[in-house]
């Protein structure tokens, strides 16, 4: 199924409207053109350029090292393939945690340089002077809480966030902080269904989890792991709907196959 080229972009207005009417917020990542693209016809509501281009494009072990030159190359590619999908770019590690004037002017880059509609940043009340700031020159944000991979040397490790008292107290204090700062949306990263069946009652901005249970107002995966790209890495949370790795791998030994016998190109294949 392709959805209609005619339809009008995704803004912040409709995704704030479907969770009134309950309608779920379909959101993958995409780092590329082609992908875009084929996402974008497909009717993707919201399309991440997430930070984890860092591990899933440049192959590092975590999301630090994407510079925001790097992230807005893959915004450029990414807002070229999205007709409809409104597009949110992850600001980089290092690129907003110094003070709320570097978060604005990385946000500004980011929109001035990608033509992205938005920006996503880590964190809580720790970053809430940055989001009114970036929201004041008119840039839409969404958060970010629960597990925050920016954050994991910080964690030590990428299991489930808030499971003890305490933190998930703060969340709830942080997501309410984030929305009364102004974001549009918020991501629920790796924490009990139940708290954030309870955020997402609780907030009137949508609320989209990532292994954050059914009860959110939508759900994001990253698309390298949902489309079986990449091999071995299974969380409880991802569903995988194809296997590329497979795919690909076969093709690329049938074609090394063909070239060594000879048999591609054929005389059909040349000019
Ligand atoms: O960078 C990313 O892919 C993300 C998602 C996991 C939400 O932030």
Redesign the pocket.
Known sequence: MSVNKEVKRITTHILQEMKHRGEKIAML?AYDYSMATILDDAGLDVL?V????SNVMAGHET?LPITLDQMIYHAQSVVRGAKRAFVVV?LPFGSYQGNSKEALNSAIRIMKESGAHGV?LEGGTEVVESVLRIITAGIPVMG?LGLT?QSIYKFGTYTVRAKDEVEAEKLKTDALALQEAGCFAI?L?KIPAKLAKEVSESLHIPVIG?GAGQDCDGQ?L?VNDMIGLTKGFKPRFLRQYVNLYDGILDAAQSYIKDVKAKDFPNEKEQY
């Open positions: 990542t991440l997430g930070d984890s281009a999301t992850d996503k970010h991979p991501v990263e990532i994001v990253v």
